[in-house]
Structure formats: structure tokens, C-alpha cells
DNA sequence: TGTACATCAGTGAACGCGCGTTCACTGATGTAC
DNA sequence: TGTACATCAGTGAACGCGCGTTCACTGATGTAC
């Protein structure tokens, strides 16, 4: 159980931040596909996101310098750069848990290597992309008044846990039978650890953290082993 | 293991925001009280953003709307909004980690009791003081510049809490033998899931999250028999 | 085949706002003579 | 005891900046006739 010299290395490097586009400016879509600039503000907006791990640094006239365009054309696909974050963590959260999802079916059909599985494909998606986890979960004091549609899933990926925790500990699971009260406890416990590990790495990456993979394996194996 | 209906209740109440200070203007400090004004000062950044749990939201003019003082007024004490979050923060702080260890003396001499008492004090700190919570522990992708002096004791909180867990499995403890790796990486387990079942209930106050208290108890008990 | 016109995909100037920061200034109060 | 002066504890106007937002405008392109 070693530990990183320093904890330095926990901590993902971001992308570098976006210069304006230089010099040329866009040219104009032809008609009928000015959806594709639609597309080119998201995927500007999420790249300054990725680069900052700042919602705040969003600005409407930010965005409109990286894709190269007048800041008035922003309005012509987005009401407001509220709007237009909710876009970018809308896509962001959707491919988070279709990751979670595919980094579970790696584990096969044993419910302990899927749950494994599982926890290590949310630190990947953290490694990738620290900017946006730190603006997806960000803790605000009021959180924003837009509803994000489908509360993104997050509720599914924990029952998706807690139901391979009781597996893994033998409780018979049917549409009659969900996870019982303690393997959902650990589906929580699992969720509050990861995001614990990985967001108090990115406030105080100089503190002398447990190699990463290894504390993520050892809760895991904590919480398997804690009620059987 | 009640799960709260929708996790509402939860969510602490912030202060309410402030009101720039009414009409009448504050009147100066008599001669050789000007420190008086930086005191002041620094309640009403801490008051501002236990109001809104975002240091974006501190500026050098809203403060001094809300101490009812000239806007320059505040260089006589700061060099800039940056110094002066930084005083807030570590004020916070100190109280903080003060708060934790008053917390683990009242569970007495016993290490499961300290733990547990330290874990609790932990919750309740947030529960007082959401806003600053939230501020001490943004993640940020780019750490702020300005390293805070004697890192704020969250190091030695780390160590203490690797001792009582070390106690509560009878290891045998003094200077030459620290806490075993598998009771330090506990007391990792143990900040980053408080962390986490705080940081996550801002996030997102209605998803149905098991009640706070309980998910506590049950994290310590978990990690404390993870190890006999 | 030509041409008028509607539509699409944007642009550019201008506005008012709050911000950090500067600079010279003020008014009360203690103190040396 | 009076008075000049230094010092303390601030003030107020002004600056340039980036921001969101508005409004009227433009230039290319497809289409109806």
C-alpha cells in the first residue's frame, strides 16, 4: 500500500486553455446546417469547461472568440450561457454513465469484478476529464433552479451497485426482492468515497495521498467484506 | 436505516444573503483603532460567503457595500480579494480542525468513541457553516497560487485518525511505531466519505439519501470491524 | 433560362453595468512646542 | 494654555475593462414564377 512521494502525480493535467481562434474567422455554415454551429459552441463550451474546471469562467464572449464568431451568434442557438452549460453537462453526464456502464460489463457477470469494475471506470472518467467532474459535481449552496432532465442517471448507477453488492453477498434479488437496506448503505459509501478520493486530490493535491487505484480496490474490498 | 423521504431535509439552511448596510454610513474607528475596520471586513466576507458558498461571488465592492465603507477602504487592510479569502479561509479553517478535535475529546479516551466523535464533528461543522464548507473544499482544477500557511492541520487530523483506528484494533502504538497502513488508509476512507456524503447532498439535495447520521455511524462501524 | 424574392446564417455597433484599481483629497485627533 | 503640525482613518471621482444584451443590418443561397 504505497504511497505517492508527495501526491503530485494524483492529480490529472487538464487541458491546456483555448486561445481564440486565430486570425480567420468561421466561415458561415451553408444552408440548412447552422445546426453545426450549434455544435461547435458546445464543443467549444466544453473544452473551455475541461481547460478551467470552472463554470464561472464560462462567458458567452469567451465562447464566441473560440469558435470564432460574432458573440451574438451564440443567441441564434442558446437563450443563455446557463442554458448552454446545462448542454455541456447534460452530454458530459450521459457519456459518464455509459462509461460506468461499460466499465461494469468489463468485469464479465461476477458481480465483485463488475462492482470493481465499475469504481475504477468512474476514476477513469475523472482522469480524462477533471475539468468537467469538477464542474458536473461542483457543491453549490443553491444549486442551479434548472432541473437537468432525467436527473442523469445517477440514481440508476446506484441501484445498479447496490444490486451487485447483495450479489456478491448472496441475497436472492428479484422484482419482489431489491438490494437489502445494507447493501444499498454501500452502494452510498462507494459513491461518497470515490468522489471524496478524487475531489479532495483536486483541493489539496500536495498532501501525501495513498496511490489511487489502491485505495479505490481497498474500499471496495472494505465494503464487500463488511457484510458477509 | 430509514432513507429521509427525498433527502430534502438534509440540505442545511445557508444565512440568508446580505443587505448592503442601511443608510447611515459606518462611522471611522477612533485613532490607533483602524484595525477595527479590518475585523469588520473580514466578518463580512466570512458572513457574504457563508451566504452564498461561492468565493466567485466575494468582491472588493461588495464587501465594502456590506461594511458601509468606500470601496478603497479595503486596501488599507488587503492587498486584494485573493488576500482576503485567504484570511477568511484560514479563520475557517482553524476553527475547523479546533472543532474536530473538541468533538473527539468528548467521546472520551475511547478510539471508537473518538473516532465516531470526530466524524460527527466533522457533519456538524458542515451543518453550521454550509457556505464555507463549500468554499474551503472547492475543487479546483488550477489550486489557487497561494499556498495557506501551516496547510490548516487536515495532515494532522489525518494522523489522529489513523491512531484511533490503529487503538481500536489493539495495535500497539508509540514513537517508533506509527499507525499500520491499513489504519491509515482507513482514516483516508473515512475523510474522503464524509467529504463525499456532504459534497454530493449540495450537489444534488433531491436525490433520496439515507439519513446523514446513519450513513455516518454505519461508515465507521464498517471501517472499524474492516480490520478485527 | 432568367430574375425577383424569401430565407438562412450570421455581423457590428452600441448600451449600461459592476468590477478592480489609481490618485489626490479630507476631516478628526493627538502631540510637540 | 494655546496653536501649529503630523498622523490616522478613511473618502470620492475617475479610468479602462469585460460582460450580457439590444437592434438593425448584411450577404449568400435556394426557390417560385
Not at 487538464?14 to 486565430?22: H, Y
Not at 474567422?25 to 481547460?51: C, K, M, N, Q, V
Not at 453526464?93 to 460489463?105: I, T
Amino acid at each position: 500500500m504505497p504511497a505517492s512521494p508527495e501526491g503530485v502525480d494524483e492529480a490529472p493535467t487538464p487541458a491546456p486553455a483555448l486561445p481564440p481562434r486565430a486570425g480567420a474567422r468561421r466561415r458561415p455554415a451553408r444552408r440548412g446546417e447552422g445546426s453545426a454551429l450549434r455544435e461547435e459552441i458546445i464543443d467549444a463550451a466544453t473544452r473551455e469547461i475541461a481547460a478551467t474546471g470552472d463554470a464561472g469562467a464560462l462567458t458567452l464572449r469567451g465562447v464566441a472568440r473560440i469558435v470564432g464568431v460574432a458573440a451574438t451568434s451564440i443567441y441564434l442557438h442558446f437563450d443563455s450561457v446557463e442554458k448552454l452549460l446545462d448542454e455541456v453537462k447534460l452530454t458530459r453526464f450521459e457519456q459518464f454513465s455509459a462509461a460506468l456502464n461499460d466499465a461494469a460489463d468489463a468485469g464479465g457477470t461476477d458481480p465483485a469484478a463488475r462492482l470493481l469494475g465499475r469504481a475504477r471506470g468512474y476514476v477513469a472518467f475523472w482522469r480524462d476529464h477533471p475539468g468537467e467532474y469538477a464542474v458536473m459535481f461542483a457543491a453549490r449552496l443553491h444549486p442551479a433552479a434548472t432541473a437537468l432532465p432525467r436527473a442523469f442517471r445517477l440514481k440508476d448507477a446506484l441501484e445498479a451497485v447496490a444490486e451487485d453488492v447483495a450479489r456478491v453477498w448472496g441475497e436472492p434479488l428479484d422484482a419482489d426482492r431489491p438490494p437489502s437496506p445494507e447493501a444499498s448503505m454501500c452502494g452510498f459509501h462507494l459513491w461518497a468515497g470515490l468522489h471524496g478520493m478524487l475531489s479532495l486530490r483536486m483541493v489539496r493535491p500536495h498532501l501525501p495521498w495513498p496511490d489511487l487505484d489502491t485505495e479505490v480496490a481497498d474500499l471496495v474490498e472494505r465494503l464487500i467484506s463488511s457484510g458477509r
